[in-house]
Every structure is written in structure tokens, then in C-alpha cells.
């Protein structure tokens, strides 16, 4: 059974910096991509980041480029969001994500989500 645990979020002020861990167990991460997303109060999910199965490809959201970046460790089959430079419009439940198979075949797992608040 694949599995995503996400941690690291808190309570910072506006300019700071966290670091999210989206540990992975039930697979290893050199095979599967790995997507960051986010949901504020009272909106949609939106996607932050992704990071290709390699670790060769990243892309960010328009909103968080030149301050979040995503990497992976295989080793520790963890994947990390360093976060800088935080905003108060980053405050949202932070969930990683994964999935196997496509098309109708295609399966989602979904970690529990770790809250972000920025605020002063």
C-alpha cells in the first residue's frame, strides 16, 4: 500500500521559512513523481510544485517560484518543499501527492495534510 506522510508545518511570520517533508513508505520514490498542493480556507486546491521520479524536473506555481523549491532524498524516500520568503497567502493545509497507473487505471494517494499559518 503506498503511502504519503506530510510534516513540517507551523506557525511562522511573515518572511520566514519552513521546511515540509513528505515522507514516502509502501514504495519507493525513484519511480514515482511526487506533487505538492495546497488548500487555503474556503478555496480550491491548487497545485504548488511537482518533482519528476529522477529529481531532473521540477515546476513551481506562478505564486510560489523564486521562493519554494522541491527536492527529494531516495535515500531517506523523503521529499522536502523549502519554503523562504513566506507571504500570509501561503497559509493552507499543505498535502503531497502521488498516484500509479493512467488513464482509467490511475490511483491517487493523498497524505493528511500538514497546516502552514503565516501570520504576525
Known amino acids: 500500500q503506498l503511502q504519503v506522510v506530510e510534516s513540517g508545518g507551523g506557525l511562522v511570520q511573515p518572511g520566514g521559512s519552513l521546511r515540509l517533508s513528505c515522507a514516502a513508505s509502501?514504495?519507493?520514490?525513484?519511480?514515482?513523481?511526487i506533487g505538492w498542493f495546497r488548500q487555503a480556507p474556503g478555496k480550491e486546491r491548487e497545485g504548488v510544485s511537482c518533482?519528476?521520479?529522477?529529481?531532473?524536473?521540477?515546476n513551481y506555481a506562478d505564486s510560489v517560484k523564486g521562493r519554494f523549491t522541491v527536492s527529494k532524498d531516495n535515500a531517506k524516500n523523503t521529499v522536502y518543499l523549502q519554503m523562504n520568503s513566506l507571504k500570509p497567502e501561503d497559509t493552507a493545509v499543505y498535502y503531497c501527492?502521488?498516484?500509479?497507473?493512467?488513464?482509467?487505471?490511475?490511483?491517487?494517494?493523498w497524505g493528511q495534510g500538514t497546516q502552514v499559518t503565516v501570520s504576525s
Open positions: 501527492q502521488t498516484a500509479e497507473g493512467w488513464g482509467p487505471y490511475r490511483k491517487d494517494y
Open positions: 509502501g514504495f519507493t520514490l525513484d519511480y514515482y513523481a
Open positions: 518533482i519528476s521520479s529522477s529529481g531532473g524536473s521540477t
